[in-house]
């Protein structure tokens, strides 16, 4: 929703906070449902009535649970029983510098003693992550905001006793047990109250009257960074940068100027700010973004331009270019398709607000960032929240070398007549096997994640994960898939929960990077020898219609299943008997390979 | 700047801050004439109501306002 995208209007929002949500709710979406829970040390109504607009926008339906005014720390360290049965899937810790309850008192305080308070101020935060380890879930904590008042003024930053010193050393702490523990979170507030303007932030009216820990006016900022976080957590980043070329990645227009004509490196101003611009986007390709080019421009020009002496992004850097006299939203939904990644998670960045608008308006659920002064692109790009970053798996950091290496095999496909010999030459191999520890947090991420490949769109948390891992009652299969070009990483996940000689498959999923590579039937020969050895004899399949997962409506079919029931919603119950199953899968070598497994 | 047209801007507000097109406010309205009325809605309500004038309240005025005639008098002596 426009109201709600950054920048958004901060007043507009608090304001019309009842309309929004009516709007949000009239809009038909599919949303994720996720418990809340908001333990605070000032007051949250606010920020929670409007953390709940962001979250509905971003497909999440949120219930809450809010401990009473400045009883965070109680509820978290010896709960109470409306706290302990709400069973949070995500805690948030809303405390501010007003919840530090001891700064040094003297000037004549050591050094030692100032450290002992920091210390003491942070194990008492400590205490409380530890004891809300029990709930099992992520837990996001707000770090301290910098201070308004400076008795000694600017030595406030760096003497022993100033407070500024103490907050900033109490934030290093913060980041320090972020980077030590997963499903731990910093919600940036000393950021946000920087950006907010301190003066206007610590509007301490807000806090005689009403306990607002910050002006009401900057509660939106709060929001909507913690609903940056959780959808990140849920799997609701963006996946891929789309660029046009002309004035936007340079000055100039290059079928016109040339490769010498258009401005990209240091010797203007303009070229300057394209440059860094260049920078800015090559900063999100390091944790794993993709970047695209779709530009109306001819191919060998749009080349010329990306191999500018100067320039900071080169062809490489692209998994595909789309340079050509098409419409762009054809062109991206090619993109999409060819990548197989659905079109929602491109965000497009045009100088041209006619391009965004098209774009926009064509392909629903598309993210684009229109501009004047391209470094305006690279701050809506770093507040939109699009690649918050709350997991780095290692497949993230491959994810480009993946895709590229994707795009080699697509231009070795069309060299061979017959599909299965192209399948062959791939030379692939798989590990498909139970779960293990190491990769339940990928596992956990994927079902998360997958939207298309996905029979029932089951989401799990970790806690959730963690309980079907532990349980005899399930059989589980991760798949791993491997070829000649790279590593894969893991594309695949079945769970299926046994019941007398009957398995219920609760969750099939893939990965859409490899598609039509018979990788699910190498999972369903694998799964079949599984059920067989602990005498399953029946498998039963269910298909969940959601809007995105029309591409295996029919994979049970082709699986050889029987159907069922087929319900008026688009869902259908399918089931197979595996007396007399054949192995389906003839191009993957599983579990055979030594060298895959070492990953 | 007039008591009618402070009126009228003042009704826009709470309209769009209890999303409720049937409200008329007067003189005499009170919270316990709004449902949804309640402390949370009224620094929200007083937020909206700073905004659209371009003033503060003092502190004293926010808990001392006994209706929204009081309201428009404050209005009417430092709004915009």
Redesign the interface.
């Known amino acids: 929703m426009k109201e709600l995208t950054f920048p958004f209007d901060n007043?507009y929002i608090?304001?019309?906070?009842?309309?929004i949500k009516?709007a949000l709710l009239n809009n038909n979406s599919v949303r994720i449902k996720k418990k809340i829970a908001v333990l605070c040390g000032s007051t949250a109504?606010?920020i929670v009535s409007a953390l709940e607009l962001f979250l509905l926008d971003y497909g999440i339906e949120p219930d809450f649970y809010i401990s009473e005014y400045n009883k965070y720390w109680e509820d978290a360290v010896f709960g109470n029983p409306e706290f302990e049965d709400f069973q949070p899937d995500i805690i948030i810790i809303h405390t501010t510098s007003r919840n530090i309850t001891e700064f040094p008192e003297s000037f004549s305080e050591s050094k030692d003693s100032v450290n002992q308070k920091i210390n003491s101020q942070f194990e008492k935060f400590c205490q409380m992550w530890e004891k809300l380890e029990r709930f099992k879930c992520p837990v996001i904590q707000n770090n301290f905001e910098t201070p308004l008042l400076r008795p000694t003024g600017n030595a406030d930053f760096w003497e022993v006793h100033g407070k500024t010193f103490f907050i900033n050393s109490l934030n290093m702490k913060l980041a320090e047990y972020a980077q030590a523990h997963e499903n731990f979170y910093i919600n940036d507030i000393n950021y946000l109250a920087s950006c907010f303007g301190l003066e206007k932030w610590h509007d301490s009216?807000y806090w005689?009257?009403?306990k607002?820990a910050m002006s009401?006016?900057a509660v939106p900022e709060v929001a909507y960074s913690l609903a940056c976080i959780i959808k990140s957590i849920y799997g609701k980043n963006k996946k891929l940068i789309a660029l046009d070329l002309d004035n936007t990645l340079w000055g100039g227009v290059i079928g016109d100027d040339g490769q010498e004509g258009i401005e990209i490196g240091h010797e203007t101003a303009e070229a300057e700010a394209f440059e860094e611009f260049q920078r800015s986007i090559k900063d999100y390709k390091k944790f794993g973004v993709l970047l695209g080019v779709c530009s109306k421009n001819d191919e060998s020009n749009a080349l010329l331009g990306l191999n500018h002496p100067e320039t900071v992004l080169t062809p490489d850097d692209f998994v595909s270019i789309k340079a050509n006299w098409n419409p762009k939203d054809q062109n991206l939904m090619e993109m999409s398709s060819e990548l197989s990644l659905l079109p929602e998670s491109f965000v497009f960045i045009d100088d041209n607000p006619a391009e965004c608008h098209i774009v926009e308006s064509q392909i629903s659920g598309i993210s684009t960032i229109n501009f004047t002064a391209v470094q305006e692109a690279s701050y809506k790009l770093s507040r939109s929240g699009f690649f918050e970053l709350t997991k780095l798996s290692s497949d993230d950091l491959k994810r480009n070398d993946m895709y590229i290496a994707n795009a080699k095999r697509e231009s070795q496909k069309k060299s061979f007549a017959d599909y299965s010999e192209y399948l062959l030459s791939l030379d692939m191999n798989a590990v498909i096997e139970d779960f293990k520890p190491v990769y339940l947090q990928r596992i956990t991420q994927l079902t998360n994640k997958s939207n298309q490949f996905n029979l029932t769109t089951k989401r799990y948390s970790d806690t959730d994960m963690q309980k079907v891992f532990e349980s005899d009652r399930y059989i589980r299969l991760y798949g791993r898939l491997s070829d000649r070009f790279g590593d894969n990483g893991i594309v695949s996940v079945v769970i299926g929960e046994k019941n007398n000689d009957n398995l219920s498959i609760d969750l099939w999923l893939m990965s859409c990077r490899v598609l039509k590579r018979e990788m699910e039937y190498a999972m369903l020969d694998t799964l079949v020898s599984e059920c067989k050895k602990q005498n399953i004899r029946t498998i039963t399949g269910y298909y969940f219609k959601t809007p995105k997962n029309n591409m295996v409506s029919e994979l049970y079919k082709d699986f050889g299943f029987d159907l069922v029931k087929k319900f008026e919603n688009g869902d259908s119950v399918w089931k197979l008997d595996i007396s007399d199953y054949k192995n389906l899968n003839h191009a993957i070598k599983i579990n055979e390979s030594e060298c895959i497994s070492n990953g | 700047m007039d008591k009618k047209n402070v009126n009228e801007r003042l009704n826009k507000?709470f309209r769009?801050?209890?999303?409720d097109d049937s409200i008329t406010v007067n003189d005499s309205t009170t919270s316990a004439d709004i449902e949804?009325w309640d402390s949370?809605e009224h620094?929200?309500l007083i937020?909206?109501v700073e905004?659209e004038f371009k003033m503060?309240f003092k502190?004293k005025e926010?808990?001392g306002m006994k209706n929204v005639g009081e309201m428009i008098s404050i209005i009417l002596e430092r709004g915009k």
């Open positions: 007043s608090i304001k019309n906070k009842k309309k009516k109504n606010d009216s005689y009257m009403y607002y009401l006016n | 507000v769009d801050v209890f999303d949804d949370i620094i929200t937020d909206a905004h503060r502190m926010v808990s």
